[in-house]
């Protein structure tokens, strides 16, 4: 491809958003978008390269898109208390910030917090801290670290769930290889939720398992 023909596009998100690291996010725009998917520039700059013309793609690009979908699975990764978590990127609908909340009459259940309204559609609120038993409540609220605080707007069967989590790391792929099979000794509440830990910051993070959720949710309700 000649330098005539590239397609420049500044990856801001990289440089100074989600992706850029915890210590070089520094997009003013993060406080309106929360993350950089929910943000026009990220969405103006995939339009265009998905727009461009097919001779000015390199046929061996072509190639590694294909076979990375086949072997790669995309994550979002979150913390809930003092403990970080990630669950499929293809169950997440968008991350918005916290909003209003009304009591469901006649639901007990610590986790199901109640109701709130987004755009007109109604999504039930849950508590990740609650749901969670053995998770510590973040001791730094008190030092501002309730202001990452964020909904995870998550599909299921029962609706729209609106996932209470305390703050939003952003996305991660993985190679299905690299996936590590809980221990069978791990047998608390919160270990039921996991079915693998997933590599992650030099670590491991766990992954939720979609349908076990569902499962507690529909019990709570």
């Not at 208390?81 to 968008?94: M, P, V, Y």
């Not at 909340?101 to 986790?111: E, L």
């Not at 501002?144 to 939003?168: D, I, N």
Request: charged fraction near 25%; proline fraction near 4%.
């Amino acid at each position: 491809m000649s330098e005539q023909q590239q397609i420049t596009v500044d990856d801001c998100w990289n440089r100074i958003g989600v992706w850029a690291g915890r210590e070089q996010r520094s997009c003013e725009e993060l406080a309106a978008h929360s993350h950089c998917r929910n943000c026009p520039t990220y969405k103006a700059a995939g339009r265009m390269l998905l727009q461009r013309p097919v001779e000015l793609m390199d046929p061996g690009e072509l190639t590694v898109s294909v076979t990375k979908k086949t072997t790669d699975v995309s994550y979002v990764c979150f913390r809930v208390g003092q403990e970080w978590f990630s669950l499929i990127t293809s169950k997440i609908l968008s991350t918005i910030n916290p909003l209003p909340v009304r009591k469901i009459p006649h639901v007990t259940a610590s986790s199901v917090e109640g109701i709130c309204y987004n755009d007109g559609d109604s999504l039930l609120v849950i508590d990740m801290v609650s749901l969670m038993p053995g998770i510590n409540a973040d001791e730094g609220e008190a030092e501002g670290k309730k202001s990452f605080e964020r909904f995870l707007l998550m599909s299921s069967p029962m609706g729209t769930l609106a996932l209470r989590v305390s703050e939003v790391w952003g996305t991660q792929r993985c190679a299905m290889s690299e996936f590590k099979v809980l221990s069978i000794a791990d047998t608390d509440k919160t270990s039921m939720l996991i079915k693998y830990r997933l590599p992650w910051q030099g670590g491991e993070i766990s992954d939720i398992e979609t349908e076990i959720l569902y499962q507690m949710l529909k019990q709570q309700l």
